[in-house]
């Protein structure tokens, strides 16, 4: 059985820090993807940052570029994510996935923060940033 499980989600105040964990197991760690998505009350599920199988540089939104770090750690199928200067626009449910590339398959087409196409996910864990 595949599973992820996020944790780590909480209440913070604006300018504060998370870190977001997530588990991982039935599925082979080493051959996918692992993307963070998060969805706002009334919006769509949006990408936040991903990571291709090798362990190459990660992929961040522009809007959390420089303040959310992704990592990954194979050895214990564990995902992260390290949230610092967090605004009230980050307040949202935050879900791990796990898909099979992060481009298509001719790589021309960015896909890693498309929903669709990834094929695990976890059932989110919410984070609440006060103003």
């Known amino acids: 059985e595949v599973r992820l499980v996020e944790s780590g989600g909480g209440l913070v105040q604006a300018g504060g820090s998370l870190r977001l964990s997530c588990v991982t197991s039935?599925?082979?760690?080493?051959?996918?993807?692992i993307g963070w998505f998060r969805q706002a009350p009334g919006k769509g599920r949006e990408g936040v940052s991903c990571q291709d199988s090798s362990g190459n540089s990660p992929f961040y939104v522009d809007s959390v570029k420089g303040r959310f770090t992704f990592s990954r750690d194979a050895a214990n199928r564990m995902v992260y994510l390290q949230m610092d200067s967090l605004k009230p626009e980050d307040t949202a449910v935050y879900y791990c996935?796990?898909?099979?590339?992060?481009?298509?398959?001719?790589?021309?087409?960015?896909?890693?923060?498309?929903?669709?196409?990834?094929?695990?996910w976890g059932q989110g864990t919410q984070v609440t940033v006060s103003s």
């Open positions: 996935a796990a898909g099979r590339s992060l481009f298509s398959t001719t790589g021309s087409e960015f896909i890693g923060f498309k929903p669709a196409e990834y094929a695990y």
């Open positions: 039935g599925f082979t760690f080493d051959d996918y993807a």
